[in-house]
Each structure stands twice: as C-alpha cells, then as structure tokens.
C-alpha cells in the first residue's frame, strides 16, 4: 500500500497520510503545521485519483505473477511539478 506526501503551500510543511490513518475525518487534509486545509471535494478527488494509481500497482503485479519471466514488475509513483511553488 503506498501513502500520500502532501506539501503546504502556506506554511512549507509537508505531512504524509498512511493506510493506517483515517482519510476521511478532516484531519488527514489538513496541514498539522499550520491547519490550513484542502478543499473537502478537491480531498475527495485525491482519494480516487489514489485509489486508482494503487490499482493500477496491484494490476502490475497481477500482470507481473501471470508471467514472470517474460513480464517485469514495474511500479509507477506519482511526484507533483516542484515548479508549482
Ligand atoms: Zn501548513
């Protein structure tokens, strides 16, 4: 299971949200540095958007164990434009 690392436009702090945490009580799409916090529908959608990058994960290996030596396992991780701010 991967995890989120989100960065604070405000305040520079980064926090990172695991399968263990509660992704959907507030507290997960708020900064813990300065309590700023994300849009309720814009957190949604980050939660699809992340659901559906660990699907496609699974669905490598998936792709990966039904023919291992003639498919490589890959993985693909997501990382924003550092240029954004
Ligand atoms: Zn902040």
Not at 23 to 48: E, M, R, V, Y
Request: net charge negative; aromatic share 14%.
């Amino acid at each position: 299971m991967g995890y989120l690392k989100i960065k604070c436009g405000r305040c520079r702090g980064t926090w990172e949200i695991y399968n263990r945490d509660d992704w959907h009580n507030g507290n997960a799409q708020t900064c813990p540095h300065c309590f700023s916090s994300i849009d309720k529908k814009t957190w949604q959608d980050a939660l699809i958007a992340f659901s559906e990058m660990e699907d496609v994960n699974r669905q490598l290996i998936a792709d990966h164990n039904g023919y291992p030596d003639a498919y490589p396992l890959f993985r693909i991780d997501y990382r924003a434009d550092k240029g954004l701010y």
